[in-house]
């Protein structure tokens, strides 16, 4: 490539460019900023995860009968005076919340990179913390497809049983409605995960879901922008069911677009969007999937994310 890589732009920038994610525990927060992670890399990428917020330890919510959701149980306060001094790439003393325990370990420095990604339960939850937030996406699987995800996470990963990760979830589902799901009418962007429609199975055997992508319109655009798919890849190499609709929508009187993705893709046709977005946006090499025969919808929604945060960055930078 012959033209200068707008990595290199962003490095040199001052700017402090923040991506804040929100959504239940164990709703996949995390993979859809992989590929963010992924393009840009460590050296640009940090990662600031809230539940190291907390307020109580996992004895102390019990105590009070709190669960993480709740406000009250979070110093969302102290979150927002260290997003105000990260944005100005400030560093700060992180507290460290430590899962396997329960309690907190002792609070180290974190410097912020040139992007800065938030995750969390109340990522979206008060105006300062939006106001600080370029990019703000909310990711929104169904009761069950959660239901199943979190049992698998807590009981592998935490040492939770299945008995104590049901009752766990029948007892946050109030709270989840009354502080987690409100949080999507702020976001730009929602996620939304569903068991395809080619087979539940497939779900935990190849990740395969359908992604119901929810974006509301593009208020700032540079030219040239030009994302399309190769039918005759689609048509010629694929060899699994997918699926691709689209729909317009009202949600709390934001005007959406919704696309509906199901299955899986050929690798190829997604490397072609990959080419696609290097030549557009300037940022290269983009190679999130490598050496994958196939792609699913969730995959596909990824790189999508991953264009278009790519192009609020740069009409950022012009705007500079």
Not at 293 to 316: E, K, M, P, S
Request: proline fraction near 4%; include cysteine.
């Amino acid at each position: 490539m012959n033209y200068p890589n707008f990595k290199d732009t962003i490095a040199a920038s001052p700017y402090i460019f923040t991506l804040g994610v929100a959504g239940d525990s164990g709703s996949g927060k995390t993979t859809f900023t992989e590929g963010i992670r992924s393009i840009f890399g460590t050296d640009l990428v940090s990662t600031l995860t809230l539940d190291d917020y907390h307020r109580l330890d996992r004895e102390g919510r019990m105590k009070q009968g709190l669960t993480a959701l709740n406000p009250k149980a979070n110093r969302i306060d102290q979150l927002e005076q260290d997003l105000i001094l990260l944005k100005r790439g400030v560093p700060i003393e992180k507290p460290v919340y430590n899962h396997t325990t329960g309690v907190f370990d002792p609070p180290v420095i974190f410097h912020p990179q040139k992007i800065l990604i938030l995750e969390g339960l109340h990522t979206l939850f008060t105006p300062t913390l939006r106001r600080y937030l370029d990019f703000k996406l909310f990711v929104d699987p169904t009761k069950e497809v959660k239901s199943d995800w979190k049992i698998r996470r807590d009981m592998k990963i935490r040492g939770y049983t299945r008995d104590a990760v049901i009752k766990e979830m029948a007892g946050r589902e109030p709270e989840y409605e009354r502080y987690i799901a409100p949080q999507k009418e702020f976001a730009d962007a929602v996620i939304g995960i569903d068991y395809s429609e080619y087979g539940k199975h497939l779900g935990e055997e190849r990740n395969v879901y359908r992604i119901t992508l929810s974006q509301n319109r593009m208020k700032q655009s540079i030219e040239n922008i030009d994302l399309s798919l190769d039918l005759y890849s689609i048509l010629s190499l694929s060899e699994r069911n997918f699926s691709l609709k689209f729909l317009t929508s009202d949600y709390i009187g934001q005007k959406m677009g919704e696309m509906i993705i199901d299955g899986e893709l050929s690798a190829h046709v997604v490397q072609k969007l990959e080419h696609s977005i290097e030549q557009q946006t300037r940022v290269h090499p983009i190679s999130i999937f490598k050496n994958r025969n196939y792609v699913t919808a969730g995959d596909l929604a990824q790189l999508i994310l991953c264009w278009r945060i790519i192009h609020r960055r740069i009409f950022i930078e012009r705007r500079q």
